[in-house]
């Protein structure tokens, strides 16, 4: 990899001329700058943002946050996130918070001491201090919050089509999976959910689940094991609906005969699962888009004619539900 002494070296100048152009300040004849620049391109020299961050005092980096990057739809955020910025010429430090509190924190640090001119997060601790104290523009991603910007789907229409979509196909014994309480965006699709399952009046269980990889095999036996009649259910996203599938059919249940499973997020995995999960599509990568161009009128103070911008959810039928009349 080229360094600025490369350059400096390859247009025969001195490494503080190399430095001048690049952060476009002090005089440098025209034919000197026309030197280096090609210099830069024949050896496809990369400034590092950070030495150049501390020398500006201003970077062109954004801060990108994400509770667990072992969930695939979280990579689909990031993905919309980086097009986006790129496009822009900015670039991403990502940091995977795990869904603790102490490593959020500490990645917020490094954020600032990397000089991010912007943060996006997709953090658990939305409602707290710990960004009302950043003198930087925050937008939250696939999350809910009154204290700042925001972008997130429709989880009280996910909640209501998943619950509608699984008892017009017939099943009457549900077992609904709460996502986790502190997240206002799962609690929008369980009551969704609940609403529609109330006004149907079928028998459901409720179980409380959280979006974590780790946890979605444990959940998913004990389900099994303790409602064992159930004939439906609708799963707080695709991980916990794919460790349901596979422990259904590891106990000899017949999907969707005998069970039917609806999913939430639609990530990439979904369709390669066996049966193919039938989910409710949040947009992930759409939503990403969005929040970069948010946060990019607020980094350049343009007016925002929506804070809080709220996307469509879709049903995504494949085969992990029965099929019906398209008019029933």
Known sequence: MATIRDVAKKAGVSVATVSRV???????????????????????????EVARSLFKKKSRLIGLLLPDIRNPFFPELARGV?????????????????EKTEKEIDYLQTFKQNN???????????????????????????????????????????????????????????????????????????????????????????????????DAEVMAKALFEKYPEIDGVIASNDLSAAAILHEALRIGRSIPDDLQIIGYDDIPLSKLLYPPLSTIRQPAYDMGREAARLL?????????????????????????????????
Not at 87 to 97: K, R, S, T, V, Y
Not at 310 to 322: D, L
Request: glycine fraction near 6%.
């Open 82 to 98: 980086e097009d986006e910025m790129q496009e822009q010429g900015l670039h991403l430090i990502i940091g995977n918070a795990d």
């Open 116 to 214: 991010v001119i912007g943060i996006i997060t997709a953090t658990n601790q939305a409602e707290t201090s710990y960004y009302d104290n950043l003198s930087i523009p925050v937008v939250f991603l696939d999350r809910t919050t009154i204290s700042h910007p925001s972008v997130y789907a429709d989880g009280l229409e996910g909640g209501r089509i998943a619950a509608h979509e699984i008892i017009r196909r017939g099943s009457k014994r549900i077992a609904l999976l709460r996502g986790p309480v502190e997240f206002q965006t799962a609690q929008d699709r369980f009551k969704g959910a609940v609403d529609e399952l109330c006004k149907a009046n079928v028998d459901f269980q409720v179980i409380t689940s959280s979006f974590s990889f780790h």
């Open 296 to 328: 990019l009128k607020l980094m350049n103070k343009k007016p925002i004619v929506e804070n809080n911008i709220q996307m469509p959810v879709s049903f995504i039928e494949r085969q992990t539900t029965r099929k019906v009349d398209k008019n029933g």
């Open 22 to 48: 690049l952060n476009n300040k002090g005089y440098t004849h025209e034919d000197t700058r026309k030197l280096v620049n090609e210099a830069i391109k024949e050896l496809n020299y990369k400034p590092n």
